[in-house]
């Protein structure tokens, strides 16, 4: 899943393993594991202050590799096809529509984390399984241009419906169902929003309205949008209801974006050892890690989300420009994992061809 931060590099070593030992003759523990890295598997907008997994290296001895296939949902895929040979040992960013498959195909085992973030995330548990533990939450929604709408006199959209009239033909874009995680998310929105009598009908609308469609976030957010860091036609684009203190221009005191909260889905984001993992007792004390207070206070200045843990402060900015929804659209589990294949592909039919 991509944010308003980016990486493409496809691995990063974090720092030089630290060996540690205990005093002889000692009883008590150490740090000292039988392998001396931990290999992360994650999406490509994963990113944490420097210093932090340096910080995690000094403290246990592990050397921390970042492994990148792609977004959310091509990472879910990796998992799947590699099951039998895993990428690494901790997959991170497998998120509330995808988890349900991460779960069924068998990829993740079994932990419990014992860290006291990990009371928080548990009311995020997906369908009873202690495979996922939620690291962070964020809302997918559409975000407007409010200088564009300002320089042409026109007044913004409020709701889903909005983006269906006449008066913002050819202003939408949204990342592709199929090849990204977000757009997953919108397309759940909207099966929230209408059902599953009425989604395709909305689709089809927004379609004969002129909505764009990009390959994943980056392009639609970075290159159609006109708004944030984005320099293109298009003033309304599907983003995170955290996007808008980005765009908040150099010397000025508010962002020139704003996301629409009655248009949001809630999306949560799992960590999971890999079933098979060639150093699963790493894979733990990396996941307890991303639980830790350090970790989840970074998290919305580092990955724009919000950390699960109440512990933490969020930045001052958030709380007025960065809202979550109070009442976001919501798909049941269980029905995401039943019928997720037929969704897209009516999703692809309708508004692809």
Known sequence: ???????????VVAAASLAACSAVGGTGPTTVS???AVTLVTHDSFQLSDGLLDA????????????????????????????G????????GIDNSFASRAIDEGVVQSYVSQVPAAQDAEQYKVDGSDTLTAIDKGDVCINVDHAWFTAHGQAEPV??????????KDLTVVPNAVTSSPGLAFLLATIGAFGEDGYVQYWSDLKANGLKVADGWTDAYETDFSGG???????????YSSSPPDSVPEG???PTTGALLDTCFRQVEYAGVLKGA??????EELLDYLLSTKVQADIPGSMYMYPVSTAVDLPAEWASWAPLATKPFEVPPADIAKNRAEWLKQWSETVIG
């Open 56 to 83: 995690f290296t000094k403290k246990t001895g592990l050397t921390v590799k970042v492994v990148q296939p792609g977004d959310a949902g091509t990472l879910v895929n990796q998992l799947v096809l590699t099951k």
């Open 229 to 239: 860091q984005g320099h293109g036609p298009r003033p309304i684009v599907l983003s």
């Open 278 to 283: 060639s150093n699963p007792k790493g894979a």
């Open 252 to 254: 000025g005191t508010e």
């Open 34 to 36: 039988t392998h001396d």
């Open 85 to 92: 040979a895993p990428l690494g040992d901790l997959a991170y």
């Open 159 to 168: 709701t889903l419906e909005d983006l269906t009239k006449p008066a913002y």
């Open 1 to 11: 899943m991509a944010r308003t931060v980016s990486l493409t590099a496809l691995a």
